[in-house]
């Protein structure tokens, strides 16, 4: 049971906001193979495509740490090699690069491996009617019969039963109660032995009137006289979790083994999945209550567990406010294009290589791990909350708002997080989601190499286009990004390109190029891809007056949007923010794109310059008259 406190009427609604936004996924990939036997032999050097390396800087903007996995007792160390030098795996360098090219690059974004793709699950009977959250909340509040009496709601369609798994493979079933009725019962009312009993259930017996039950442990009872057990009935005391204000037990009776509830093999793959997601946000984690996670899981083979349920679904949990799925998974708002199960030699795919199920491809590019200078040193552990933004948050992950029950809803595309100074963060007693992190200070340098095989010339132009990005743009690597952490400057220091020839015919080997003309050579390649891209998704030339301009991926809004977050830096710290607590609950619009910012930037911009211009009018025609009047004088 759940108490209403605040009338729809005092409800205050919020604007979305999150230090992170989306660069949309538009239905068009740009498929740079049509067969695998298109793609280049790792075997062979061809002379009419490049090979060669990169030498590259990255310089630290603002403090990062790239955390070694490791976690000590004061929190994360940044990453260091086997001589202890400060490092950045070339793993993490290449899983940026692999996000830009998907981008950049109109690549497929493939359910399952370039995003995790689940069902998300929910509760909600408390969102205002007037919210984002109405819609879910109708559904939810209508599918477990949510009614509210004295202040106080109560679940009517929500049963209780015993949750099973089979001894000999993972397949779920539930044996409902005989009556299939629970008995909430007043934790106050009753001994102090079940005062500490929080995310657990235990054998009891009971007796007396649902009104007022008495409730003995098993050892009690066996001290009883046969006649005297008679009046006692055997059950389970569920204790759903601590919660603000909760004080509630349940009895459940015994379980009514000649029924069984069948348990879809999606069901229990979905629950898995979302009890996975939240496990170390449980309140099990805290140290200060000491609940086990494993509370919330599925039981393990040959045991059971008790369960709400709701019936003629396969829907179960732990409270009687079971959180639910939304009728769609993740996948289903992406654009069709991305939906497909066809596989496409995309950019990314025929570049940094695949692995399916039935065929793989070797990345014709390799990265050597950065290396920090030797005596570097890092600066001093900084306590922040390091858990990330979840999809279950649908204002912020879909198009409009729309939740995921809605055959229509769209997700926005690629999560970026905005650029920011540093701000000081907030910290948890949960230290699975409170922790700390040892960054390098800015200014902080890391160097390095990035090696290609034969790559043509327009997938060497994507790949130093990724890593390079336009001028005044930032990379962002490590730990709480959301906090303004990880900004890197990344230089493209050499582009070396080797001579297949001489590589082969001579003792030592020389460049195509000279590094000094490395600049204008980038931006050839660049130029090469830029052509390329626009004749495989058939971009069209644009008329500017009568002007005629030559067909580029740069004018793509998409594009335009990634360049925009990856050099702004946002100054308005609110708006690049997570919402509280109380803002989250009840979104009544939905966050700003990224278009929508830079289009109020470009006119703001426009403004204060329209401003500026008619004050120099107003200064220069003070000063003619201030003349005049001087002259007239002499």
Avoid at 16 to 34: E, G, Q
Avoid at 294 to 311: Q, T
Wanted: charged share 25%; glycine share 6%; hydrophobic share 30%.
């Amino acid at each position: 049971m759940a108490k209403n406190k605040q009338k729809e009427s005092e409800v205050q609604l919020s604007t979305a906001r999150a230090p992170y936004n989306f660069i949309p996924l538009i239905n068009k990939v740009a498929v740079r193979y049509n067969d695998v036997s298109e793609l280049p032999h790792h075997d062979v050097w061809y002379e009419h495509l490049l090979s060669g390396n990169i030498s590259i800087t990255i310089t630290v903007d603002t403090p990062m740490c790239v955390a070694n996995g490791l976690k000590k007792e004061q929190g994360l160390d940044f990453f260091q090699d086997a001589n202890g030098n400060y490092t950045i795996p070339g793993s993490s360098l290449r899983g940026m690069i692999r996000t830009n090219m998907q981008i950049l690059g109109l690549g497929k974004l493939r359910a399952g491996i370039d995003f995790d793709d689940h069902t998300v699950f929910y509760r909600d009977y408390a969102s205002a009617s007037s919210s984002k959250a109405a819609q879910a909340k109708e559904y939810y509040t209508s599918l477990l019969g949510v009614k509210s009496k004295n202040n106080i709601s109560c679940a009517e369609r929500v049963h209780a039963g015993y949750l099973h798994c089979r001894a000999d493979k993972d397949e779920y079933y539930i044996h409902p109660c005989k009556g299939e009725k629970f008995f909430r019962v007043n934790r106050s009312v009753h001994n102090s032995k079940w005062e500490k009993l929080y995310a657990g259930y235990l054998p009891i017996y009971y007796s007396g009137d649902p009104q007022k039950f008495d409730v003995i442990t098993p050892d009690e009872f066996h001290q009883k006289d046969a006649t005297e057990q008679e009046k006692w009935r055997e059950g389970v005391l569920l204790s759903p979790g601590q919660m603000k204000n909760q004080n509630s037990l349940y009895i459940f009776p015994q379980e009514d083994t000649d029924h069984e509830i069948a348990i879809s093999p999606e069901q229990a793959v979905n629950f898995k999945t979302d009890w996975e997601a939240r496990k170390n946000g449980l309140p099990g984690t805290d140290k200060r209550n000491p609940m086990d996670p494993e509370f919330w899981a599925l039981p393990k083979h040959g045991k059971s567990k008790p369960v709400f349920y709701i019936p003629d679904t396969d829907y179960f949990g732990m409270s009687q406010f079971l959180r639910i799925p939304y009728a769609h998974a993740l996948s289903h708002g992406l654009p069709q294009m991305h939906q497909s199960d066809e596989f496409v030699l995309d950019y990314p795919n025929a570049v940094l290589g695949f692995s399916e199920k039935d065929m793989s491809y070797r990345s014709r590019v390799s990265f050597d791990d950065m290396k920090a200078p030797c005596g570097t040193k890092t600066g001093d552990y900084v306590d922040m909350i390091l858990g990330g933004p979840k999809p279950s948050f649908y204002p912020n992950y879909t198009v409009d708002g729309i939740d995921y029950n809605q055959d229509n809803f769209q997700l926005r595309g690629i999560k970026q997080y905005w650029l920011k100074e540093v701000e000081k963060t907030a910290t948890g007693s949960n230290k699975q989601v409170g922790d700390a992190i040892k960054p390098v200070p800015v200014g902080t340098k890391f160097t390095g190499t990035i090696h290609y095989q034969n790559l043509a010339e327009d997938e060497l132009g994507l790949l130093l286009w990724c890593l390079r990005l336009e001028d005044g743009c930032y990379q962002q690597l490590g730990k709480a990004k959301p906090y303004g952490y990880g900004r890197v400057k990344l230089q493209i220091d050499a582009l070396h390109e080797y001579n297949p020839h001489e590589l082969y015919h001579s003792l030592s080997y020389t460049e195509k190029n000279d590094t000094k003309k490395t600049r204008d050579r980038v931006e050839q390649l660049i130029c090469a891809y830029d052509t390329k891209v626009c004749e495989l998704v058939g971009i069209k030339p644009k008329k500017k007056g009568k002007k005629l301009l030559a067909p580029s991926i740069r004018t793509y809004s998409v594009v335009q949007d990634f360049m925009y977050m990856k050099r702004t830096i946002r100054t308005d710290k609110k708006e690049v923010s997570y919402l509280s607590i109380k803002e989250h609950k009840n979104v009544g619009t939905v966050m700003p794109t990224v278009h929508d910012v830079r289009n109020e930037a470009k006119k703001a911009a426009t403004q204060k310059t329209d401003l500026e211009k008619k004050s120099g009018a107003r200064s220069n025609s003070g000063f003619a008259a201030l003349a005049g009047l001087l002259d007239s004088l002499d």
